[in-house]
Structure formats: structure tokens, C-alpha cells
């Protein structure tokens, strides 16, 4: 007797489904990632210059707003992706039980949440197309190499995409996200060598920042906009790479003991 | 794997579910031939829903095999799921898309290209009289708009066996009768139909079988006349606070009859012998009537309230 696989492409349907519906509100979807990096670029641009001449990153010495622009992207991947699996995942499985009408079509629960983590990873894509018009068009992204922020921000939204989920297949009540957001996102967000570089920290936490994904989402994306990947990129994007594949299986099995009655 | 004639289009047996140490299905076995419409009955947690989860894989089974159309559900639910169409207790049309868009994305989910899922899902709106409404919001609907979508939805894959999850519950009396004209309908072309349903008359009238579960067991199943002669009769008699006298008298009697709260109700094939009973008793207070699926559920299920 042949069992029925567990994983086809059917996937994309539901994929298709989430694209249709962020189609319809393109305009609140695309404003703030371009809206964003003017009001900060022009905050830290004026305001901070006066406080900051220059930051060295990597033995570069380079202003802050060329500093932090890539910084950006990095961290509007992590936000789109982690907040799509969180919270919008989770109003979609448990408020509005659109899994339990997939779930008597042909598709699987595999399915259905890879792709969940694949369209976040597809919405943190878009608003890292968005933003990077803008950084680009400021000249914050001087190189073509800066194209290669679309990869990346795939890469990055899996990752944090496979986070997100994971903690929903544990959840209860859509109030425990505030758990993981303030003790893991956000100060990932302030810690990662996105407002400042790691040289600033003590050796220790300068190390354990270096373990972080969105450090290397951010060494990711600066090398990029800067025209500087090379051989470390590689090693980042393994980093990304790795936690995603813990993550995805993690999401998958959470997710089948939850909606597996 | 070929279907034939006489091999069930669903079967089901000895399925058995628990979750922890509660058991929710307790050994079920019915089969569902090809073209009839057959009705699982019981009160409230009697273990419906939880059986339709299995058919569906759904829920995976305890205990039991579970085939249909053929394959084992367990291994063949891909296959199987893309020709069932599932009612789900409940509404889960999809709030972020519009009526259309519900029939079409959930087409895309059986893998039916978009061209012919505009095809079909014109001619559903149409045959559920929804055709004004297909670009409004989930939310503009009415509980029987939404439930029609719903059986919309549920069929468009065309499938070869219907479940249909208490279909009818919490609709209006019109919403109720047009829903039951189009399951007419679908079973006049010749679709198989699985439903679970607690309004009795319809029921009776729409069933070709079914079977009444109650604590998760089969408690009686068949054709739904048949049940009512064998486990009722041909007529009831009612009276609404009896003297004593009567309950034994029937007792002594060996007839059958049950007792609802402060009324009595008796059963018999024979008229002119409840008739005389009611002279003799309860001439005013009594009235007979033809016995009905509900007396049968509620002999077998007890009258009292469940929790
Ligand atoms: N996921 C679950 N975990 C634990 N118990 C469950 C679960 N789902 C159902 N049950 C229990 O199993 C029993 C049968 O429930 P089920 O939903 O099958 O009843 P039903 O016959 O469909 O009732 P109703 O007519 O109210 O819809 C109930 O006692 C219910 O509490
Ligand atoms: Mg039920």
C-alpha cells in the first residue's frame, strides 16, 4: 500500500492565497517600509551628525547613515517575517480556523506551514524591494552587489519566518507573542550591530551578539549595499541557513502535535 | 483501485477514538453505499463531529479501519480528500476573501486550474443563488448565505462523497427548506451523502439510512420508517400529567411507553387500542399522533438533558 506523500507543491496554493489577500492592501503593505528609512535616515542624518562624525565597521571608517541604512533592511526583514508566522498566522489558525478548512482539501499541515514561513519570507522580500528603492535612491546603496539584498531577505525571512512559527505552534492566547518579541526580537533588533558596531560592545557580549541571526542578516545586507560580499558572507548566510533548519522541522512538529486532534 | 457496485463507498469499522483517558468513539461501524444519503443522529457530544474527523483524516482514528472509497484513509488521504467534499461544523469560509475568491482559492487547494475553477465556481453561485452577492465581504453575508457558500465551497471539486456537518443548524426556517431543496438537488444527480443533523423530521424525510449514536456506541440504525415501527410503532399517545393509575396499568400491561418530564407518552401499532386507553384514562388531557424519528432518538438516547 502506497502512502500519500506529505509534501508536494500544492503548497503554493496557499501561498498564492496569502499573496491574493496582501494584494488588496498593497498600499498600507508598501507604505512604511519606504516611509521608514526617510524618517530615520533623516533623524539620524541630522540629528546625530553633529554627535557622531564617523563609525568604523570592519576597519572601514564610514558615516553613521551609511552605517545604519543597511541595517534597516536587515531589520524589516526580521520584523515582516517573524510578525507574518506570529501573530497574522496565528489569528488565521485559531480565530479564523482557516486551517481547519485546508485541512479537508488535499493539503497537509507540512504544507500549509511551509507555506505560511515561505510567504513571510516572500513578504519580508517585498518590503526589502520597497525599502532598498528608497536607500538606494538616497545613495545609501552604491553597488549593484545591492541587488543581492532579494536573496538575502528570503533567506532572512525563512529564518526568522521559521522562528515566528514556532513559537505559534506553542501558543496559547495571541498575548503570549509579547513574550518572544520583548525578550527576543527586540533586543536582537537593538543588539545585533544594527545601531552601533560590535567593536562598541565588551568582548562578551560583543560575542554572544555575534551568535545572533540578525547580525548576520545585517552583515548581510551592509556588505551588500556596500559591493563588499565575499567570503565571510558565505559563512553569515550559513548562520541564517542553520537557523532555519532548526526551525522549520521545530515548526512543523509543533504544528502537527497542535492541530492533530 | 476500481470501485464496484456493491463495495461501500465509505466504510467505517470499529472506529475508536480517546483523547487522553476519555473516549469520545467507541467502537462505530456503518457503511455508506454509492448514492444514498445516510445520517448519523445523536445528542450533543455523542461523538458525530468526532467521527467525520476520522472519515477525513481529520483526526486520526484510535482504533478501527476507516475506508473510503476503497483506500484506508491512513495512507490513501491525499487520494481521498481530493473527492470529498467536507461541511464543517461551524463557518470556516476564509474572512479575508470575498465570496468569489472564497469558491475560487479554495478550488486552487484541489489543484483545479483557474480557468475551469471560474467555470465552476459561476455555475455554484448560481445554483445557490448567490450570484448578487459574490463580491461582498464574509461579513456582509447572512448565517444562510454563509452557509450556503459553505456547501458551495464543499462541492466544488465536484466530489463523490458529501460530508455534511449539521448543515442546517441555527438557519431561519426558509434558509433551512432552500438549503434542503439543493441537498435534494445533489442527491437527485446522484451524489453520495454523509450528514449529521439534529433536526429529526428533516431527517426522516431526506435519509435514505441512518444510524443514531449515543456515548460514542451505535445505538440503533436503519432505514428511518423501519425504526420507527420497530422501535416506536405506528402512533403515539401523549397525555400531559397522567394519574398514577395509568403508569401502572401500562406497566402491567407490558406496553410500551416513556415518561418526558410531567407528560407520558405511549406507543402502538394499534389506534383503536390507544384510543380506548385514552377514554379510559385521559379524555381530555391526551392526543395521539403518528410516532415519529424523534420519538425513536429520544427512546434510545433517554429525555433528559445532556451535559
Ligand atoms: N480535541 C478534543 N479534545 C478532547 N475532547 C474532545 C475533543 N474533541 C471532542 N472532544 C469530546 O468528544 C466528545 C464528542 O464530541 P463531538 O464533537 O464528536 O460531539 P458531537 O456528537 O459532534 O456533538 P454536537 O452535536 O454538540 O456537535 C465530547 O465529549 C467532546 O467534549
Ligand atoms: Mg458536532
Known amino acids: 500500500m502506497i502512502t500519500d506523500a506529505r509534501f508536494s507543491w500544492l503548497f503554493l496554493a496557499v501561498w498564492r492565497r496569502n499573496l491574493r489577500v496582501y494584494r488588496r492592501i498593497w498600499v498600507i503593505n508598501f507604505l512604511p517600509p519606504m516611509l521608514e528609512p526617510l524618517f530615520y535616515l533623516l533623524a539620524f542624518g541630522l540629528g546625530f551628525s553633529g554627535l557622531i562624525s564617523e563609525v568604523v565597521w570592519h576597519g572601514r571608517a564610514m558615516s553613521y547613515t551609511d552605517f545604519f541604512a543597511p541595517s534597516m533592511l536587515a531589520a524589516t526583514v526580521m520584523w515582516q517575517a517573524f510578525l507574518e508566522t506570529s501573530y497574522s498566522s496565528f489569528v488565521r489558525m485559531f480565530y479564523q480556523k482557516t486551517y481547519d478548512s485546508l485541512l479537508a482539501t488535499p493539503l497537509t499541515v507540512d504544507e500549509i506551514i511551509v507555506a505560511e514561513i515561505v510567504w513571510g519570507a516572500t513578504r519580508a522580500v517585498i518590503a526589502a524591494a520597497a525599502m532598498l528603492a528608497v536607500v538606494a535612491a538616497l545613495g545609501y546603496a552604491p553597488s549593484w552587489q545591492a541587488l543581492a539584498v532579494l536573496p538575502i531577505a528570503f533567506l532572512g525571512g525563512l529564518t526568522f519566518g521559521a522562528m515566528g512559527m514556532a513559537f505559534t505552534s506553542v501558543t496559547s492566547s495571541i498575548d503570549m507573542f509579547n513574550i518572544p518579541v520583548f525578550l527576543v526580537i527586540t533586543p536582537m533588533f537593538l543588539f545585533s550591530g544594527t545601531f552601533f558596531p560590535l567593536t562598541g560592545l565588551p568582548a562578551w557580549a560583543a560575542g554572544l551578539a555575534s551568535t545572533l541571526p540578525l547580525y548576520h542578516l545585517a552583515e548581510l545586507t551592509r556588505s551588500a549595499c556596500l559591493g563588499l560580499l565575499g567570503p565571510a558572507s558565505l559563512g553569515s548566510a550559513a548562520v541564517l541557513a542553520a537557523f532555519a533548519a532548526v526551525f522549520i522541522p521545530l515548526s512543523l512538529v509543533g504544528m502537527r502535535r497542535r492541530l492533530v486532534k | ?307
Open chain 2, 1 to 307: 483501485m476500481e470501485i464496484t457496485d456493491e463495495q461501500p463507498v465509505l466504510s467505517v469499522a470499529a472506529a475508536h477514538k480517546t483523547y487522553g483517558t476519555f473516549t469520545a468513539v467507541d467502537s462505530v461501524s456503518f457503511a455508506v453505499r454509492r448514492g444514498e444519503c445516510f445520517g448519523l443522529l445523536g445528542p450533543n457530544g455523542a461523538g458525530k463531529t468526532t467521527t467525520i474527523r476520522m472519515i477525513y483524516g481529520f483526526s486520526p482514528a484510535t482504533g478501527g479501519t476507516i475506508q473510503v472509497f476503497g483506500q484506508d484513509i491512513r495512507t490513501g488521504f491525499r487520494r481521498i480528500r481530493a473527492r470529498l467534499g467536507v461541511c464543517q461544523q461551524g463557518n470556516t469560509l476564509d474572512p479575508d476573501l470575498s465570496v468569489l475568491e472564497n469558491l475560487l482559492v479554495f478550488a486552487s487547494y484541489f489543484g483545479i486550474k483557474r480557468r475551469e475553477a471560474e467555470v465552476r465556481a459561476a455555475e455554484l453561485l448560481a445554483f445557490f443563488a448567490l450570484e448578487a452577492k459574490k463580491r461582498f465581504q464574509y461579513d456582509e453575508l447572512s448565517g444562510g448565505m454563509a452557509r450556503r457558500l459553505m456547501l458551495a465551497r464543499a462541492i466544488i471539486n465536484r466530489p463523490d462523497l458529501l460530508i455534511l456537518d449539521e448543515p442546517t443548524t441555527g438557519l431561519d426556517p426558509q434558509s433551512r427548506n432552500t438549503l434542503w431543496d439543493r441537498l435534494l438537488d445533489l442527491k437527485r444527480q446522484g451524489m453520495t451523502i454523509l450528514l449529521t443533523t439534529h433536526a429529526m423530521e428533516e431527517a426522516e424525510r431526506f435519509c435514505d439510512r441512518l444510524c443514531i449514536i449515543d456515548h460514542g456506541r451505535v445505538a440503533a440504525e436503519g432505514v428511518p420508517a423501519a425504526l420507527v415501527a420497530a422501535r416506536a410503532g405506528c402512533y403515539a399517545l401523549e397525555v400531559e400529567s397522567p394519574e398514577e393509575a395509568m403508569a401502572e396499568h401500562l406497566h402491567e400491561a407490558g406496553i410500551r411507553f416513556d415518561r418526558s418530564g410531567r407528560r407520558l407518552i405511549v406507543y402502538g401499532d394499534d389506534k383503536a387500542a390507544l384510543i380506548a386507553l385514552r377514554e379510559r384514562f385521559c379524555a381530555e388531557a391526551g392526543f395521539i399522533r403518528a410516532a415519529t424519528l424523534e420519538d425513536v432518538f429520544l427512546r434510545l438516547t433517554g429525555r433528559e438533558l445532556r451535559e
